[in-house]
């Protein structure tokens, strides 16, 4: 056995052994001294026998010396009476298996380098077992992929103690290819399913790790993109799943499905729901199915219900989603803090878009709108300048509420008849009411915030006003603004100029006081 000492001779010893390995079949045993190089503690020195392996067994892949088929048991077939040939290739074999064994463990070492290398070496062998595949083929013609290895280079990028998300992201570049995309999201649905079942408490970690890897995953818009592919074929069969558009969903929908419907922790529900509407529900085969996510998400409250609110949008108005106490939900998440949110903006766009239909009752539409001015008596003005033509778009789409600004036979009210703590919009005795929190606005100390107010003292124009601009509309913006106008020349004052510090020479102060 060849003692391997110091970088360079490690390398040229390793060099040495391959070349024999290589060269003749009587040199097989000095595979073990390789594979021990794998065992050791130096970085640099794991990296020069990673790259032996990759290229000792990517050779011995395309020279078709490894077993294939069902791997029999080493000792049985050493004992038996067998050929040499057959030996030395179900020895080899199992050596190969040792190897890839080791790769997947080198996933979760401390060197960076040689997660990486180790990750590329993996890919590699994947390619080469592809294309020389070491199972039969079921019937001439059929789909073969090495399912087996790839499993284990999923399962290692998913840990469940280390954040691998620069790992994942060099795989993501894998994710490109058609069937690797294909066989990492049923790889993944796997690997959560198995983690979920034996672990009561899952670690965030592998949460993460998960939502890492799923979110990369984009599929294809029509079954005409689906050409490429990491394992290389002599030509496509219309029989294999993985070249339909239509299998690639379902495999993207099951994944999705596996990994949302455990509970979660509340920050993945979040980055979940900001990316459900454009990356995940248009490439599902049944959109349907993640209702029961939705309206849990929704049900939680906060800055979570709002981000789900994007995702039933599309469902309702798509799917025809059935959600009775949805508008019951949408009133009751309007609270102070919906000022204040990341997610203002798009709360307040899809607001706008579920109180668009001109078939809703008035009492419901009375009931935002008396609810959005109660909040805005302590809304800050770039809320308020949202807001206030927000409230007078429901009014302009429903007629009949506009008796909240102008009720000219009504009664004379001694107190206001609307209940806030009241959850039921129905119960809330909004149209009884009337929106005098708009005229307290007038007085507002922002002359921007007091004209926009004061739209309700005249007749309603018949035309929205857009509130998409002012959507996104910051104090930062508005502070800039102002600092821009430029107000008049001569401003006429009530008292009379300074002139000098001391004021005047025939002042009291100049008389008795002097600068020194």
């Not at 029961?292 to 949008?313: E, H, K, M, P, V």
């Given at each position: 056995m060849e003692r391997v000492r110091g970088p360079r001779s490690a390398r040229r010893a390793l060099g040495r052994l391959?070349?024999?390995v290589l060269a003749s079949r009587a040199e097989a045993n000095a595979v073990f001294d390789i594979l021990a190089v794998l065992q050791s503690e130096d970085p640099e020195e794991i990296q020069d026998a990673v790259r032996a392996c990759s290229r000792l067994f990517g050779a011995l892949l395309e020279r078709g010396e490894l077993f294939v088929g069902q791997l029999p048991q080493e000792e049985t077939v050493m004992a038996g009476s067998q050929g040499a040939t057959r030996k030395y290739k179900v020895w080899m074999r199992h050596r190969y298996q040792s190897c890839c064994n080791r790769l997947a463990e080198l996933l979760a070492h401390p060197s960076f380098q040689v997660k990486e290398l180790a990750l590329g070496t993996l890919m590699k062998l994947v390619q080469l077992e592809g294309a020389h595949p070491l199972e039969k083929p079921r019937w001439e013609g059929s789909y073969l992929f090495p399912r087996q290895l790839f499993k284990a280079v999923v399962d290692g990028l998913l840990s469940l103690e280390e954040d691998c998300s620069l790992l994942l992201s060099q795989f993501c570049q894998y994710l490109e290819q058609d069937d690797v995309r294909y066989h990492a999201m049923q790889a993944a649905a796997d690997t959560v399913a198995r983690v979920a079942n034996a672990h009561p408490e899952v670690p965030l970690t592998f949460w993460n790790n998960v939502f890492t890897l799923l979110s990369a995953v984009s599929l294809p818009r029509q079954e005409?993109?689906?050409?490429?592919?990491?394992?290389?074929?002599?030509?496509?069969?219309?029989?294999?799943?993985?070249?339909?558009?239509?299998?690639?969903?379902k495999a993207f929908q099951l994944?999705?499905?596996s990994f949302l419907k455990h509970k979660l922790p509340l920050s993945l529900y979040k980055k979940v729901l900001v990316i459900m509407h454009e990356s995940i529900l248009p490439h599902l085969a049944q959109p349907s199915l993640m209702i029961?996510?939705?309206?849990?998400?929704?049900?939680?409250?906060?800055?979570?219900?709002?981000?789900?609110?994007?995702?039933?949008?599309i469902l309702i108005h798509e799917h025809n989603l059935e959600y009775p106490d949805f508008y019951r939900k949408l009133y009751g998440l309007l609270d102070p803090s919906v000022f204040h949110v990341k997610y203002r903006a798009r709360f307040f766009h899809l607001a706008d878009l579920f109180l668009s239909s001109s078939h809703l009752p008035a009492y419901l539409v009375a009931a935002f709108a008396k609810r959005l001015a109660r909040l805005a008596l302590t809304a800050p003005p770039e809320a308020l300048l949202m807001v206030l033509p927000f409230i007078c778009n429901l009014l302009r789409r429903h007629p009949a509420c506009r008796v909240l600004v102008h009720r000219p036979r009504g009664p004379e009210l001694d107190a206001d008849p609307y209940n806030p703590d009241e959850e039921d919009p129905a119960q809330s005795r909004a149209l009884e009411s009337s929106l005098w929190e708009l005229q307290a606005l007038q007085r507002h100390y922002h002359p921007e915030v007091s004209?926009?107010?004061?739209?309700?003292n005249q007749a309603l124009s018949v035309p929205e006003a857009s509130i998409a601009p002012l959507l996104e509309l910051t104090a930062f913006e508005i502070f800039e603004r102002d600092l821009k106008k430029r107000g008049p020349e001569a401003v006429p004052l009530e008292f009379i100029p300074a002139q000098g510090l001391l004021g005047r020479r025939d002042d009291l102060c100049a008389q008795h006081f002097t600068l020194s």
């Open positions: 391959l070349e024999a005409s993109d689906i050409a490429n592919f990491y394992v290389r074929h002599t030509e496509l069969s219309d029989k294999w799943k993985v070249t339909h558009l239509k299998e690639h969903r994944m999705w499905l029961d996510f939705l309206t849990r998400a929704y049900d939680i409250g906060g800055a979570i219900s709002l981000l789900a609110l994007n995702g039933l949008f004209k926009a107010a004061s739209v309700i």
